[in-house]
T-cell receptor, first 114, second 114 residues
């Protein structure tokens, strides 16, 4: 069985400040890791993913996440946030094989203030 | 390519009724998964269909069922609705073959049970 813990339910920051959203996972098998973002009244959008290879993955809008196997973490970071980054962020884990179930964390609400 | 579409977007039903939600996956995707999102329980996996067969199932009662058609479109049905079934129901599609199985989400159907 897999589980995901997002350590902060809410993270308020000021515009242009750096931010880190923390995610830890538990799994007995190799996993794939994802970050999704949800804007109000919308579905989930895939932000970035770790499949294999380089442990640092980046998205097109400046977010990055680093897979740390020893600490079973996949924290999301951005060096300078914008008002438009205000949203809820979900970390998710998926095992290998044909099991397509995503296990999600409870989410972190990022609020960027001017 | 068009994204995942879900209909209807909003639905209000009364306790005891049944409801059917529809999902059209991204063209070429053969796997469709359903998730329930509530403030209390977060995002929970309902089931996944691939090539018209249920391949994976979450821990939901038998009142929740689904099916997939030959064109990969999927429906989920909830019978004997309860107040606790009020939620955002999200559909996700994936290519479905060998590989990671990244999932792309639709905008969701907001179900309110009164």
């Amino acid at each position: 069985a897999q589980s995901v813990t997002q350590l902060d339910s809410q993270v308020p920051v000021f515009e242009e400040a750096p931010v880190e959203l923390r995610c830890n996972y538990s799994s007995s098998v190799s996993v794939y890791l994802f970050w999704y973002v949800q804007y109000p009244n919308q579905g989930l959008q895939l932000l970035l993913k770790y499949l294999s290879g380089s442990t640092l993955v980046e998205s097109i809008n400046g977010f990055e996440a680093e897979f740390n196997k020893s600490q079973t973490s996949f924290h999301l970071r951005k060096p300078s946030v914008h008002i438009s980054d205000t949203a809820e962020y979900f970390c998710a884990v998926k095992g290998g094989g044909s099991n397509y179930k995503l296990t999600f964390g409870k989410g972190t609400l990022l609020t960027v203030n001017p | 390519k068009a994204g995942v579409t879900q209909t209807p977007r909003y639905l209000i039903k009364t306790r005891g009724q049944q409801v059917t939600l529809s999902c059209s996956p991204i063209s070429g995707h053969r796997s469709v998964s359903w998730y329930q999102q509530t403030p209390g329980q977060g995002l929970q996996f309902l089931f996944e269909y691939f090539s018209e067969t249920q391949r994976n199932k979450g821990n939901f009662p038998g009142r929740f069922s689904g099916r997939q058609f030959s064109n990969s479109r999927s429906e989920m049905n909830v019978s004997t609705l309860e107040l606790g079934d009020s939620a955002l129901y999200l559909c996700a599609s994936s290519p479905g073959g060998a590989g990671v199985g990244e999932q792309y989400f639709g905008p969701g159907t907001r179900l309110t049970v009164t």
